[in-house]
């Protein structure tokens, strides 16, 4: 294993989640605020206020109280070049891109989910919640002209979702659910959730949070607080899986810049998983894994004040830098921008 060395205090940074990128732009939540960069970052422009209504929203300026009350911007997914929709205070949020405006729509259903799917137009999202009495758990769709959401599926077996995901070389979704025993899942469908398929599951090998994709393979970590962690690869029947690297600890997020894969992993320490840092691994031939940087855990307690992560972006990714935001550790809520022919080579 190769430890490329990455000093955040020489790395162009700024206060902040970035939460969206792609070729043209560049967008960073901070705060109450919603910025947009067409420079790679280099200068900003406020494109939007987060409307707040109750007492424990208007602290969601401080990165403390964000955390605290699972509050703030999340998810951001542009959907054209008018609109697109995040996830905020427990709501489904609509933003106007045209007008620079923000107006809060449905209240989301369960806690807040772990990813949304906005391809093909459609706002998607699967309930993220305890269930310790294991109840139904859905897969909704928002429905614009009503304002509501729409049930696209119902588990009766699982525990919750861990995420659904739009695979762009079979023109299909896959679902990722836990966490124990028969819980375990990755689904997919190719008739938009008319039917669902588990293709693996049933191990807390399969226990899996984000799924990235190329041409020939599906690739994901396992999300296994009490084992060992690693990140596979399968094909798309889930006949061939194939351990790429051992990580630290459990694998929680990933993205895909360019052809490059990457994951994060967190601070969720067990018997054993011991770690107190949150990490990034990527590869440039999504065969061989490097640790690319790593984040302290702050000392505020995991309880109240969440693991220690580092989360990226959602979308395409501007082809040329990595953008990682670490989340209840050291530099806790900063954007760091890593230019990828640093890192991978």
């Keep these: ?180 025993d028969d819980e375990i899942g990755i689904w997919h469908t190719n008739d938009n959730f008319a039917s669902l398929n588990r293709i693996v599951g049933r191990s807390q090998q399969f226990r899996a949070v984000q799924l990235l994709f190329s041409y020939d393979h599906i690739y994901f970590g396992s999300d296994a607080p009490d084992e060992h962690n690693c990140i596979y690869r399968m094909n798309r029947d889930g006949k061939q899986i194939e351990l790429l690297s051992h990580v630290n600890s459990s694998v929680f997020y990933g993205c895909k810049v360019g052809t490059n894969l990457f994951f994060s992993t967190a601070v969720e320490p067990s018997r054993v998983n011991t770690t107190q840092y949150a990490e990034v691994w990527g590869s440039g031939d999504h065969i061989n894994w490097q640790l690319i940087c790593r984040f302290k855990k702050d000392l505020w307690p995991m309880k109240y004040f969440q693991y220690g992560q580092v989360l990226f972006p959602s979308g395409p990714g501007d082809g040329k830098y990595l953008w990682v935001t670490p989340f209840a550790t050291e530099y806790d809520q900063r954007t760091f921008k890593i230019p990828i022919e640093s890192i991978l080579k």
Excluded at 85 to 95: G, L, N, Q, S, V
Excluded at 152 to 175: A, E, M, Q, T
């Design 1 to 180: 294993m190769r430890i490329t060395l990455f000093n955040p205090l020489n790395a162009d940074s700024i206060n902040g989640r970035v939460i969206h990128v792609d070729r043209q732009h560049v967008w960073l939540a901070c705060g109450q605020k919603l910025m947009c960069s067409a420079d790679h970052g280099q200068t900003w422009s406020n494109y939007g206020l987060l409307p707040v209504t109750g007492f424990i929203e208007r602290f969601s300026f401080h990165p403390l109280a964000r955390r605290l009350g699972r509050l703030g911007f999340h998810h951001l997914s542009i959907m054209g070049s008018k609109v697109s929709y995040f996830i905020a205070h427990h709501h489904i949020f609509r933003f106007g891109i045209a007008e620079n405006e923000i107006s809060r729509m449905a209240p989301i259903v369960g806690s807040r989910p772990l990813n949304i799917s906005t391809e093909k137009g459609v706002f998607r999202y699967g309930e993220y919640i305890s269930n310790i009495d294991r109840g139904p758990v859905y897969i909704w769709q928002y429905n614009q002209e009503t304002n509501s959401l729409i049930p696209l599926w119902c588990f009766k077996n699982v525990r919750h979702v861990h995420g659904v995901f739009f695979d762009p070389y079979s023109d299909s979704f896959w679902v990722t659910t836990g966490d124990y």
